[in-house]
């Protein structure tokens, strides 16, 4: 029983932090100054930091997006906000097909620094949720584990 609940307040604490959030005067220079290269004039909302990662939560054209950056500053990824209805049908088809009883709550399009295009769908049910990832045909890559919703969540 002890091990159980070791093990049980080990994966929470994991998961806290796997995300931290981060004032701007704790994010490296070369970082700030990799995200003023790669979007001039835009302002970051929030820094995190995940794993070694650092990601900015800005508005890019009035869209909800974050852009996460190695250490060095380098441009990683991008993922941007999209409405439900423009993910591809085979990503809506899937989930309808294999997440019955969940809703599609978000979706998001994440572009790396190649230009590799995937899709991301929120699925929720009774506060818990998950992430389903897609290629950008709409084939299924993974999906993540099932976790409580976080109050005041955007």
Avoid: R
Wanted: charged share 30%; with cysteine; proline share 2%.
């Amino acid at each position: 029983m002890k091990t159980t609940i070791a093990t049980i307040a080990l994966c929470f604490g994991l998961s806290y932090a796997n995300a931290q959030n981060l004032k701007e005067a704790e994010v490296p220079a070369n970082v700030k100054d990799g995200f003023a290269k790669k979007y001039p004039g835009s302002k970051v909302d929030e820094w995190e930091k995940e794993g070694a990662d650092y990601e900015a939560e800005f508005h890019l054209n009035k869209v909800e997006s974050s852009a996460v950056f190695d250490a060095s500053g380098t441009f990683k990824e991008l993922e941007q906000e999209i409405k439900t209805s423009a993910l591809p049908k085979a990503v809506t088809d899937y989930c309808t097909k294999n997440y019955a009883g969940y809703k599609l709550s978000e979706a998001a399009k994440i572009t790396d620094a190649s230009g590799k295009v995937m899709y991301e769908a929120e699925m929720e049910k009774d506060k818990m949720h998950f992430d389903a990832l897609f290629d950008a045909n709409g084939n299924f890559i993974k999906k993540t584990e099932a976790t409580k919703e976080e109050e005041g969540k955007d």
